[in-house]
């Protein structure tokens, strides 16, 4: 177990990156600010990938430990809280942070859970449903009139304020005992029980509109820093309404 | 002339660059910050670099303003504040800044004056002499086991700092579009329906529990700053789990 002043480190979470010399410059940003844990989803090219290990610089441990992950899900599981990275605006009800505003949360939340940072394809990014995963956006404030970043400068720009906040402890407030944060698949288990009853009641309806919707609901529980006490509660509260009462069967 | 209020941003000088992509990656990363004033110092290639302008990913104007330089003291000679950039210590009395700490001292020369940021070569940095002509020296505090900045990525960080030193209205949480925050009276109906659906279903029990489980759920919804808008889709929810579907009558 980790010891209650330990801040872990972030982990950096690559979504479908396309261009393998990116995973090795990313690796290589983590490594010079102390972050190792590296997961990627669907890469295109094949992995391991040697023109990665060519681009770390040294950094190789961090590729030899990089796990590879079948879904963006799969790989947030175990994580308590999730930021996307992402230049774009979005019409989601999300908070948007800098990397500065964001790192001191990362040491809050990395001293009882796990911190994810996720960060889209080199050309088009995190789609909606992969930002509506996490609990809120990060956004370098670049400059107007030409953003423009790769993968692995985003990455060392989050993974450096990460450092400097770790340098500069200011000794956050600590979570209480029972304020454990859900995991992310105390989080899919919710959103899977409370969208199936949905879908069971019709709610989520006509289907066109199904993700949108989904999406919608998602946000609103992704926002609140649910804790596991937490989690569990609404599930009783879904499974008490969803569940017909007795005299219901009687009136009809 | 600028105006007193304006602070200029720093010029960067490259001191022999012995890779032209890298320069083109130099420029990416200060023209992303709101740098534009680039200098050369012998670079090894011969200039204009057609490599140079491939890895700048449309920073161009920077490289075709960048200025060639026959020795450091000529790259100098108009700045009113220079500052080393290197990783290695050097056995010198100089100050040495980390960028965060630098940042504020580049806005307030950058007013009345000329800054500028001195980086070395790729493979051996600055030399003992290059160094004595800055007046400080700024160090990025990396990890000390992992200490592998290639030259934009210094560069980067340098003016990130610069920028963020810029910013001066951060700390704001934006909400994307139809974010009208939910106001308390339709919070108020929202937590009556919730809880009248639960009293109903016999989950809120025994009652001397009530007060305390009504607390804890209302707290999740307080918690996430909810829109009107989502208001109306948990009120829309609890509406649709808590009819009884024809079918359960049935089977009751």
Request: net charge neutral; hydrophobic share 40%; proline share 7%.
């Amino acid at each position: 177990m980790q010891q209650d002043s330990v801040s872990r480190p972030p982990v950096v979470i690559l979504v479908e990156p396309q261009i393998g010399e990116n995973i090795g410059t990313t690796a290589r940003a983590m490594l010079n600010c102390g972050l190792d844990t590296l997961r990627l989803v669907r890469p295109r090219e094949s992995w391991p990938n040697p023109k990665a290990v060519a681009a770390a610089s040294g950094a190789d441990r961090v590729l030899e430990a990089a796990t590879l992950h079948e879904s963006v899900e799969d790989a947030l599981a175990d994580l308590t809280c999730v930021h996307a990275t992402t230049a774009r605006p979005r019409d989601m009800v999300k908070p948007v942070l800098d990397p500065r505003q964001a790192a001191p949360i990362w040491h809050r939340q990395g001293r009882s859970g796990r911190v994810g940072l996720l960060f889209g394809r080199e050309r088009s990014g995190l789609d909606n449903d992969e930002v509506a995963l996490a609990d809120a956006v990060v956004e370098v404030p670049l400059n107007p009139s030409f953003r423009s970043l790769n993968l692995a400068q985003a990455v060392l720009l989050c993974a450096y304020e990460w450092r400097m906040a770790d340098i500069d402890d200011r000794g956050e407030v600590r979570l209480g005992r029972d304020a454990a944060p859900a995991t992310k698949q105390e989080l899919a288990d919710f959103y899977r029980h409370l969208e199936g009853e949905l879908d069971r009641a019709g709610f989520l309806f006509p289907p066109e509109k199904r993700p949108r919707m989904v999406r919608n609901i998602r946000n609103i529980f992704a926002r609140g820093g649910l804790t596991g006490q937490e989690v569990r509660s609404l599930r009783g509260i879904i499974g008490a309404l969803a569940r017909p009462l007795p005299s219901d069967a009687g009136e009809n």
